[in-house]
C-alpha cells in the first residue's frame, strides 16, 4: 500500500510538474530581447485596470514581484491585491511601471496577451506571420487570403494585439507627437508602403536613433488608411 501511495504521488508530482512548464513555455512565444524603446503608460495601465487580461496582469505582476529578490519596489507592494480600490491599483501600478525595467513589464504583457492567444507576430521585413494558435484565432474574424504570404491590406482587418518587426524610422514630429514608420509592401505606382506608428514624445524613453532601425513595436492595428495607402498601428510599446 505505501508503494502504491508513493508511486501515486510521484505521478501526480510529475504530471504537475510538466504542466507548469508547459504551462510556462506557452506563455512565452517569442522572448523579449533589448531595451524599452518606448512605452505608453496609460495604455499599459488600462490593460491592467480593466478587460480581460485584468485578472492574469495582476497574477504575473505578483508572481514577477515575489520571484524578484532584488525588486527595488514600493512598499505598498507588500499589501498588493489586498483591500485596494481602482486607485490603490492604479497608484501601485503605476509606481510598478516606473521602478520596474520596462521591458520587464512589455514581457509580462506580452506573456499574458501570448497565454490567451491574442498576440500574432508579423514580420515586416520578410512580409510573413508567425502560424500558431493566435493567428487561428484571429482568422476566424479575419480573411487573409495567405497567411505566409500577407496584402498590407488585410492586416487592416486584425482585431488581435500585434507584434510588428520592422526597419523603422522617424517620419515626423509635431509638438508631444512623434510619427515613425516602417515599410511593409509595395504601392501599385512602384512606391512603398508605410505602417505608421503615432507615439507620444513622454513615452519616448531614448534618444531616436539617427536613419533607420531594427525595432519591434507591440500594439493593436487601427485601419487600412485607402487614401494614403498607409497600415495604421496603435503602439504600447517598442523596443531595440
Not at 29 to 39: A, D, E, S, W
Not at 47 to 55: D, E, H, P, Q, S
Not at 114 to 120: F, L, P, S
Request: include cysteine; proline fraction near 3%; aromatic fraction near 8%.
Amino acid at each position: 500500500m505505501l508503494i502504491w501511495v508513493a508511486t501515486v504521488i510521484t505521478l501526480v508530482a510529475t504530471c504537475w510538474t510538466l504542466f507548469a512548464r508547459w504551462r510556462m513555455l506557452r506563455g512565452r512565444g517569442q522572448p523579449v530581447r533589448g531595451i524599452t524603446f518606448y512605452l505608453h503608460d496609460d495604455s499599459v495601465m488600462d490593460l491592467y485596470l480593466g478587460g480581460t487580461y485584468k485578472r492574469a496582469l495582476r497574477e504575473e505582476v505578483r508572481e514577477e514581484i515575489s520571484s524578484t529578490k532584488e525588486a527595488n519596489v514600493n512598499a505598498a507592494f507588500q499589501n498588493f491585491g489586498v483591500g485596494g480600490g481602482r486607485t490603490v491599483d492604479r497608484k501601485v501600478f503605476r509606481d510598478y511601471i516606473e521602478t520596474a525595467e520596462p521591458i520587464t513589464v512589455i514581457r509580462i504583457i506580452m506573456e499574458v496577451l501570448e497565454k490567451a492567444d491574442d498576440i500574432v507576430y508579423i514580420d515586416l521585413v520578410n512580409g510573413a506571420i508567425e502560424p500558431g494558435r493566435a493567428l487561428t484565432k484571429a482568422l476566424r474574424t479575419t480573411v487573409l487570403t495567405d497567411p505566409a504570404s500577407f496584402t498590407v491590406r488585410e492586416l487592416g482587418q486584425l482585431e488581435s494585439y500585434v507584434s510588428v518587426r520592422g526597419t523603422f524610422r522617424m517620419a515626423a514630429e509635431s509638438g508631444d507627437t512623434v510619427i515613425f514608420e516602417a515599410p511593409c509592401g509595395e504601392r501599385a505606382d512602384g512606391g512603398v508602403v508605410q505602417a505608421v506608428f503615432r507615439c507620444s514624445g513622454s513615452g519616448i524613453r531614448r534618444d531616436v536613433p539617427e536613419g533607420e532601425f531594427q525595432a519591434r513595436c507591440l500594439g493593436k492595428v487601427q485601419t487600412w488608411d485607402r487614401q494614403r495607402e498607409k497600415l495604421i498601428i496603435d503602439p504600447i510599446a517598442i523596443f531595440q
